[in-house]
């Protein structure tokens, strides 16, 4: 079956960086676009990143663009979000997704990230 693993949250500093990783398995991860979405604390879902099946095209959310970069490694079936500069804003849930039809069919369970200083 499908599974998305998130790792690498924990507890950034302001201006910090961190990278989050998302080990997927149970199909073939390198025909099917991926994305990044997060959820802070009280508030709605928000798409982060999307990056297509070969890492040829990538996506950014205003509110990230210049900070963080989605990559992929489709030989370790690994999607990764590099996200530099962090601010309090955001802190954060951080879903991986697998894409479907210009949706989301399978998603992680989440990794925490918590930008304070």
């Known amino acids: 079956q499908v599974q998305l693993v998130e790792s690498g949250g924990g507890l950034a500093q302001p201006g910090g960086s961190l990278r989050l990783s998302c080990a997927a398995s149970?199909?073939?991860?390198?025909?099917?676009?991926m994305s990044w979405v997060r959820q802070a604390p009280g508030k709605g879902l928000e798409w982060v990143s999307g990056i297509n099946t070969d890492g040829s095209d990538l996506y950014y959310a205003d509110s990230v663009k210049g900070r963080f970069t989605i990559s992929r490694d489709n030989a370790k079936n690994t999607l990764y979000l590099q996200m530099n500069s962090l601010k309090p804003e955001d802190t954060a849930l951080y879903y991986c997704a697998k894409a479907l039809h210009g949706g989301m069919d399978y998603w992680g369970k989440g990794t925490l990230v918590t930008v304070s200083s």
């Open positions: 149970g199909f073939t991860f390198s025909s099917f676009a």
